[in-house]
């Protein structure tokens, strides 16, 4: 008996999570190939992410959790319970699952990136640097690689361990993310101008920060911490050391 496969494109929104700029805001479709009768397993996972974008976390882990208890094999739902589970400050099991859907497709740079974000949050800063300097390696789709530029320029100009800080790094990666997504994400653009500040070039900093404001669609929120940076740019004040 032929088992027929059906193709569909997965739109896998990046939210923000847990306050951290490693991570971007929508993704590229993902074509995801299922079973001939298991689109529900689609739809499932989908209100899931949709309750996770609402805030509700324990309504949208137990609807991944029966999208897997079903088909353990649908590693969409596994990364979209990784970012669940990271929002919830569950980092090992964020890792779990993610390793779960590398296991299923190795190729899936999302999943890679959240991983790096969930080290980042355990303290494994040399982990969540070395996954972020391989998905730039194997040069993913041009949204997921934009964004990796942008997570490792984030890491640069934020982690805790000064070692791992490189401004004028920051400015190469910020960049190029800057450059591959088109100039236009603003949070990207906002990076950039906070590498330009820690470098000490604030006329830089302070346009790329005008540059990120300008963009259309910017939520009422975060056009509040942008001119928040901006003003600091402004007073010649880069953000770590506010």
């Given at each position: 008996m032929h088992v027929i496969l059906q193709r569909i494109q997965l739109f896998v929104t990046l939210l923000l999570v847990t306050g951290s700029p490693m991570a971007a805001r929508a993704s590229e479709p993902i074509t995801v190939v299922y079973g001939h009768g298991r689109a529900w397993l689609m739809d499932l996972t989908i209100t899931g992410q949709t309750q996770l974008e609402k805030g509700d976390l324990e309504a949208a882990q137990r609807s991944l959790d029966t999208v897997l208890k079903a088909d353990p094999a649908f590693y969409p739902a596994y990364y979209v319970r990784a970012r669940v589970?990271?929002?919830?400050?569950?980092?090992?099991?964020?890792?779990?699952?993610?390793?779960?859907?590398?296991?299923?497709?190795?190729?899936?740079?999302?999943?890679?990136?959240?991983?790096?974000?969930?080290?980042?949050?355990?303290?494994?800063?040399?982990?969540?640097?070395?996954?972020i300097d391989h998905v730039i390696t194997i040069r993913p789709r041009r949204d997921a690689f934009a964004r990796a530029y942008s997570d490792?320029?984030?890491?640069?100009?934020?982690?805790?361990?000064?070692?791992?800080?490189?401004g004028q790094q920051a400015v190469k990666d910020a960049t190029a993310a800057c450059k591959l997504i088109d100039w236009k994400d603003?949070?990207?653009?906002?990076?950039?101008?906070?590498?330009?500040?820690?470098?000490?070039?604030?006329?830089?900093a302070v346009r790329y920060e005008e540059k990120a404001l300008a963009i259309?669609?910017?939520?009422?929120?975060?056009?509040?911490?942008?001119?928040?940076?901006?003003d600091s740019f402004k007073q010649h004040r880069p953000l770590h050391a506010r």
């Open positions: 589970f990271l929002n919830r400050g569950k980092f090992q099991e964020a890792i779990q699952d993610c390793n779960e859907a590398l296991r299923k497709d190795s190729t899936f740079a999302e999943a890679s990136l959240l991983r790096a974000k969930a080290n980042y949050d355990l303290g494994r800063y040399g982990e969540s640097l070395n996954e490792r320029a984030w890491l640069r100009l934020n982690c805790p361990d000064q070692s791992y800080r490189n603003e949070d990207m653009i906002d990076t950039l101008a906070t590498a330009y500040a820690e470098v000490g070039d604030f006329d830089s259309r669609g910017v939520k009422a929120n975060d056009s509040k911490r942008l001119q928040a940076h901006l």
